[in-house]
């Protein structure tokens, strides 16, 4: 059974850093394109960045771009997030998520519960 | 980057019909038949329930139905049960290797 989970939320101060896992388990990990996708408290999803199946092509939304980084460990399994500069309005759920169809899609089939990042002094 | 444009709310009784639209722009919705839409209850990850405009994920319910006319996408939900009352969202790949949500439709089941 596919399953995602991430971890590393938490509360952090603006300007700091943090770094989010996903872990997954039940498919062939390598053979999917995977994206973050977060939500602030009441407001709808807000895709954050994606990476293709073999980690070669990476591409963010305007409001992270420049300050998060997309990667995977293949090997391990493992999506990551590392996110830099931090402001409150990054303050989200923020869920890992797996794309059925290829990088360019919005076909996101399994998702992961969702870690808490709160963004606050 | 702007999201695609859903109306806020919808409500009708069970069994009755309900449509919620997602309207885009030709280098979104309109441009790419890569729409898709989910359901989310309150504290659950969202759940995909439609695909590639209007393909149902397989042993998802019938009741689902997705479509599109130019800049435009719709769900419709036929016969409404208690349990679909969520909320809704659109998503579509767009021009520059972007992905993008709509706002989201609250349905309320009376």
């Known amino acids: 059974q596919v399953h995602l989970a991430e971890s590393g939320g938490g509360v952090v101060q603006p300007g700091r850093s943090l770094r989010l896992s996903c872990t997954s388990y039940?498919?062939?990990?390598?053979?999917?394109?995977l994206h973050w996708v977060r939500q602030a408290p009441g407001k709808g999803p807000d895709w954050v960045a994606g990476i293709s199946y073999d980690g070669s092509i990476k591409y963010y939304g305007d409001s992270v771009r420049g300050r998060f980084t997309i990667s995977r460990d293949n090997s391990k399994k493992t999506l990551s997030l590392q996110m830099n500069s931090l402001r409150p309005d990054d303050t989200a759920v923020y869920y890992c998520?797996?794309?059925?169809?290829?990088?360019?899609?919005?076909?996101?089939?399994?998702w992961g519960q969702g870690t808490l990042v709160t963004v606050s002094s | 980057q702007s999201a695609l444009a859903q109306p806020a709310s919808v409500s009708a009784s069970p069994g009755q019909s309900i449509t919620i639209s997602c309207t885009g722009t030709?280098?979104?919705?309109?441009?790419?038949?890569?729409v898709s839409w989910y359901q989310q209850h309150p504290g659950k990850a969202p759940k995909l329930i439609i695909y590639a405009v209007d393909t149902r994920p397989s042993g998802d319910s019938n009741r689902f139905f997705g479509s599109k006319s130019g800049n435009t996408a719709s769900l419709t939900i036929s016969g409404l049960r208690p349990e679909d009352e969520a909320d809704y969202y659109c998503?579509?790949?767009?021009?520059?290797?972007?992905?993008?949500f709509g706002g989201g439709t609250k349905l309320t089941v009376l």
């Open positions: 030709s280098g979104d919705v309109g441009g790419y038949n890569d």
């Open positions: 998503s579509s790949y767009r021009t520059g290797d972007t992905l993008v």
């Open positions: 039940g498919f062939t990990f390598s053979q999917y394109a």
């Open positions: 998520a797996r794309d059925a169809a290829g990088y360019r899609s919005s076909r996101w089939d399994y």
